[in-house]
């Protein structure tokens, strides 16, 4: 798994890289709130660790803009104040978690892993968005009352849409976690499950279901009546 360390102090950034490292995990590091909003919207990393002070953009709008895009990622955020603000603030933007600088690394870990644990569980239970559930182990589809049979393809772009609850995937996002970062076909091949998938749910790009939102991505929306 790959892990992105959002951390413009090279102290505390190589000591949360050892840690990981040592733990079997790959690493990336990104010193910038820029760098780290590129990153996420690639989609190829498990978990964020976001420091709140960044250069560019701060770690609260980068932990923002993440979930207003629709990336799922889970964030631990990370911060050498002591205040609860600090924390509230964290957690309302969007993170899943928060700890104060500095932290031993055991419990660090533990918070990666606690994550991880929670993330993959995310990931294999029913998931629901109004009239739309779908279970991502056996690709069981139901719109409507009605069961929907969906190539594996299909059931995760699905199943990435409806993770990310209403807010918009970037068709990038889909490229890189459905079709793999070595892909390097047609990009309009989103556009094409995407028809797929309105077919077989019964729904045109009329019926409010499976939106596209122009030049950046698609989302499934809260109330599919």
């Given amino acids: 798994m790959r892990i992105l360390i959002a951390q413009d102090d090279s102290h505390v950034a190589s000591k949360i890289k050892l840690g990981l490292l040592a733990e079997g995990f790959d690493v990336d590091i990104a010193t910038d709130g820029e760098t780290?909003?590129?990153?996420?919207?690639?989609?190829?990393?498990?978990?964020?660790?976001?420091?709140?002070?960044?250069?560019?953009?701060?770690?609260?709008?980068?932990?923002?803009?993440?979930?207003?895009?629709?990336?799922?990622?889970?964030?631990?955020?990370?911060?050498?104040?002591?205040?609860?603000?600090?924390?509230?603030?964290?957690?309302?933007?969007?993170?899943?978690?928060f700890l104060r600088i500095p932290f031993s690394t055991p419990v660090f870990i533990a918070r990666v892993?606690?994550?991880?644990?929670?993330?993959?569980?995310?990931?294999?239970?029913?998931i629901n968005v109004g009239q739309l559930c779908y279970n991502p182990k056996d690709r069981k589809c139901i719109f409507d009352k009605q069961e929907i049979s969906l190539t594996s393809r299909e059931g995760k772009v699905l199943e990435?849409?409806?993770?990310?609850?209403?807010?918009?995937?970037?068709?990038?996002?889909?490229?890189?976690?459905?079709?793999?970062?070595e892909f390097n076909g047609d990009p309009n091949i989103v556009d094409v499950y995407i028809g797929y998938i309105?077919?077989?749910?019964g729904v045109t790009i009329?019926?409010?279901?499976?939106?596209?939102?122009?030049?950046?991505?698609?989302?499934?929306?809260?109330?599919?009546r």
Avoid at 160 to 181: C, D, F, H, S, Y
Avoid at 198 to 201: A, E, L, N, Q, Y
């Fill in 36 to 97: 780290v909003l590129w990153f996420a919207k690639e989609g190829n990393h498990s978990i964020i660790i976001l420091d709140i002070i960044l250069p560019k953009i701060n770690g609260f709008d980068v932990c923002q803009s993440i979930r207003e895009n629709g990336i799922i990622t889970p964030i631990l955020m990370l911060t050498n104040k002591s205040t609860t603000d600090d924390e509230i603030d964290a957690l309302e933007t969007g993170a899943d978690d």
């Fill in 113 to 126: 892993r606690a994550l991880l644990r929670r993330r993959n569980q995310k990931m294999i239970n029913t």
């Fill in 160 to 181: 990435l849409l409806m993770l990310a609850e209403g807010g918009v995937v970037p068709k990038q996002t889909l490229i890189n976690q459905v079709w793999g970062i």
């Fill in 198 to 201: 309105r077919r077989k749910i």
């Fill in 206 to 224: 009329n019926n409010n279901v499976l939106q596209t939102v122009r030049g950046i991505g698609y989302r499934i929306a809260n109330e599919t």
